[in-house]
Every structure is written in structure tokens, then in C-alpha cells.
């Protein structure tokens, strides 16, 4: 059974970085499945943020996310980083790392998720 735990969430400045983790346990390997990104702000609806598929490691990333996010992953590690900069305060929200066999939007479509490593960004 696969389990994913987030880290590396913190307090940041605007305009600062922060590297967020996913790192599985449990016997698998990451490197079978994709993996995504997703975020949830307060009152506001979950998204996604990124996925890395299984495969060819396409990354996709949401618009708003596109060149200030970057997802890798480290097989040596079995762990998938979120490298974050130039952090906006729309970025506060509750991050959360899900594994599947293909990327989706949606996800409830992921079989296995972490249970979440919280960014505010704040001066």
C-alpha cells in the first residue's frame, strides 16, 4: 500500500520560495505512477496544480503556476518535490501530493493522497 507524506510547508514572505516534498512509503515506487500537486485556500474550491505523468514524466501545470512551480521527481529518494518561487499570498492554501496511474484534474480520481503540508505566504 502505497502512502505519501507532504512536508517542507511553512511561513514565507511574498515574493520568497519554498520546496515541498512527497515522499512514499509503504513498498512502491513512485516512479510507476504520476504524480500531482493539488492545493485548497480557505472557502475556496481545490486545484490542481501540477502533474507529472508516469512514463515520458510530461509535467503539466496549471496557468497560474506556470514558471514560478517546478515538480521533479528523485527516484533514488521515491520522493516528488514542488519547487515554489516568487510566492504570491493567493498561493496560501493547504498542499496536497496524490498518486495515480494517469494525470487528471480531479483529485478523487487519484488512488493514493497525502494528507497535506500548509503554505501561507504572509509579510
Known amino acids: 500500500q502505497l502512502q505519501l507524506v507532504e512536508s517542507g510547508g511553512g511561513l514565507v514572505q511574498p515574493g520568497g520560495s519554498l520546496r515541498l516534498s512527497c515522499a512514499a512509503s509503504?513498498?512502491?515506487?513512485?516512479?510507476?505512477?504520476?504524480v500531482a500537486w493539488f492545493r485548497q485556500a480557505p472557502f475556496k474550491k481545490r486545484e490542481a496544480v501540477s502533474c507529472?505523468?508516469?512514463?515520458?514524466?510530461?509535467?503539466e501545470y496549471a496557468d497560474a503556476m506556470k514558471g514560478r512551480f517546478t515538480a521533479s521527481r528523485d527516484t533514488d529518494k521515491n520522493t516528488v518535490y514542488l519547487r515554489m518561487s516568487s510566492l504570491k499570498p493567493e498561493d496560501t492554501a493547504v498542499y496536497y501530493c496524490a498518486a495515480a496511474l494517469v494525470c487528471s484534474r480531479d483529485m478523487e480520481a487519484y488512488e493514493y493522497r497525502g494528507q497535506g503540508t500548509q503554505v501561507t505566504v504572509s509579510s
Open positions: 507529472i505523468a508516469y512514463g515520458d514524466g510530461v509535467t
Open positions: 509503504g513498498g512502491g515506487a513512485l516512479d510507476y505512477y504520476a
